[in-house]
């Protein structure tokens, strides 16, 4: 086992952008080319630094709060999605809005919006804090509650049997079942909707996929990624080392000692030109085998949203 250095290479596929995030990307991208600053945009566009980075570094302006924009500006709904208060408070200052938000996380919104409507007790089950989630939770705050775990499963207290369970979008699989069966072991009458994406789910059957070949999986995501921390925990619970990386520089040499075979992957939110510089450097290092795991080939595809005149080949994956 000494001195064994990488040799082999196997790249997830899918790995990288989703529809969701290429169309919350060219969205800005074309704003950017055809209108005049200021353009700002509420939250995170999508959740990676170094797009976001990219984005100020060309005059997008991120804000917290829609007390952060001056009236009759354009503001941009990142792709997580926005609770109605946040739409209210933007349409009261007349804002210029464009509602980049995920076409898979609105239908999580409309199923909120309609179970409240219909008198049921919501139960979301996510990552309290999250963009996605509060803006979820925004459509019935006092109808719904969230739910981050088993045991908190245990302490819910509704005694309505008309109970109705959504899911946020990027959340692990595994865990996520678990979740819901124990809901369900509670609630049995519960109407329920796994609302975890496409690309999430593929993601992750990719990683675990990686883990039964590759000594180590290099993720690469940044920390608020919720889809890319789920990725690096998915890959720990099927049995590999895995590290979490925002790019080549947290890199640590000691990560290859006696490593064979490197897997490689990429959060929801990541764009490719991340991963060049780890692959390039791995061929350096002495890989000469570059190898596909692919579980699903993706060909969805979003429209623009408010019919903005964007190349449809710009928002092929």
Sequence with gaps: MNNIRPHTLLLAEPR????????????????????????YS???????????DSFKKRGIIFVDSIDEVPEHSRIVFSAHGISPT??????EKSLKIIDATCPLVTKV???????????FDILLVGHRGHDEVEGTLGEAPSKTTVID??????????????????????????????IIDSISEKFPKA??????CYATTN???????LAKKADIILVVGSPNSSNSVRLME?????????????GIDEIKEVWYKNVGTVGLTAGASVPDELLEPIINDLIARGVTKIDTISVAQETIEFKPPNNLPIPKRILTQ
């Design 16 to 39: 990288g952008f989703c529809a969701g995030v290429v169309r919350a990307i060219e969205v800005i991208n074309y704003l950017l080319e055809n209108e005049e600053p200021p353009i």
């Design 42 to 52: 509420f939250h995170e566009i999508v959740h990676n630094k170094f797009i976001v």
């Design 86 to 91: 946040v739409m209210q408070e933007a349409e």
């Design 109 to 119: 919104h409309l199923e909120t919006k309609k179970a409240a409507k219909d008198g």
């Design 149 to 178: 775990s088993v045991d908190e499963v245990n302490e819910i207290t509704i005694n309505s049997e008309k109970v109705f369970v959504v899911t946020q979008t990027t959340l692990s699989v595994n865990d996520t079942n678990e």
């Design 191 to 196: 109407e329920i909707r796994n609302d975890i």
């Design 203 to 209: 993601r992750q059957s990719a990683v675990q996929e």
């Design 234 to 246: 998915h890959a720990k619970s099927s049995g590999a080392v895995a590290y979490r990386i925002e």
